[in-house]
């Protein structure tokens, strides 16, 4: 992550780079990857997350809340979006009309509504990281709503993704309220 980390720095210094494809950053202990970071004018840059539905589902924009909280924390100017593909558009046969095919939605109002919300699940995730022991968790609707957790995918083993550790850790999607409720139902306030 070092080398990513690196790299975005150095593109997003150079003027020459229109657009960041997986742009690696770090803040506050988060680390995100945004899809494309399109360079604007002002030192202003347009976050784009983008996902292969034809619609934009709920959780999509804490993805992007959080992604615009670490940007903004680390003093960047972002317009979050959201780049998804149309429903409307139909492919004749010919050549891909892609400037109709996908459809880029400014969320700007919707990821401040969920400023607050995002703060407090961080703080909640600092919380369960900090613990000496990992907490015991286990699986149930919270593993597969609003999607597969990548952790059910092997047998409900979990690894650490956290500061070298090496011992389980279990792996919480807190998308919303629903995640932050499953963490209260395994007893970790």
């Not at 997003?12 to 004018?41: C, M, Q, S």
């Not at 002002?42 to 997350?49: Q, Y």
């Not at 400023?115 to 995730?125: F, G, P, T, W, Y």
């Amino acid at each position: 992550m070092d080398k990513a980390l690196r790299q975005t720095e150095q593109a997003v210094a150079d003027k020459k780079y229109p657009a960041i494809f997986e742009a690696t950053f770090a803040h506050d202990d988060i680390l995100a990857r945004v899809d494309i970071l399109e360079r604007g004018p002002r030192s202003k840059w347009r976050l784009i997350e983008v996902k292969s539905s034809t619609k934009v589902k709920d959780y999509y924009l804490y993805d992007v809340a959080i992604q615009r909280l670490i940007l903004e924390g680390l003093g960047m100017k972002v317009v979050p979006c959201l780049m998804h593909l149309n429903r409307e558009y139909v492919y004749h046969g010919k050549q891909y009309e892609l400037e109709k095919l996908f459809v880029i939605r400014d969320i700007t109002d919707e990821t401040a509504a969920l400023s607050q919300d995002v703060k407090d699940l961080i703080r909640e995730e600092h919380k369960v990281l900090a613990k000496a022991t990992a907490p015991e968790i286990k699986p149930g609707s919270h593993c597969t709503n609003p999607e597969r957790c990548w952790s059910t995918m092997n047998s409900w083993r979990t690894t650490s993704m956290t500061r070298g550790r090496s011992s389980p850790k279990p792996f919480a999607k807190l998308s919303g309220r629903r995640g932050a409720s499953s963490l209260t139902a395994n007893g970790l306030n």
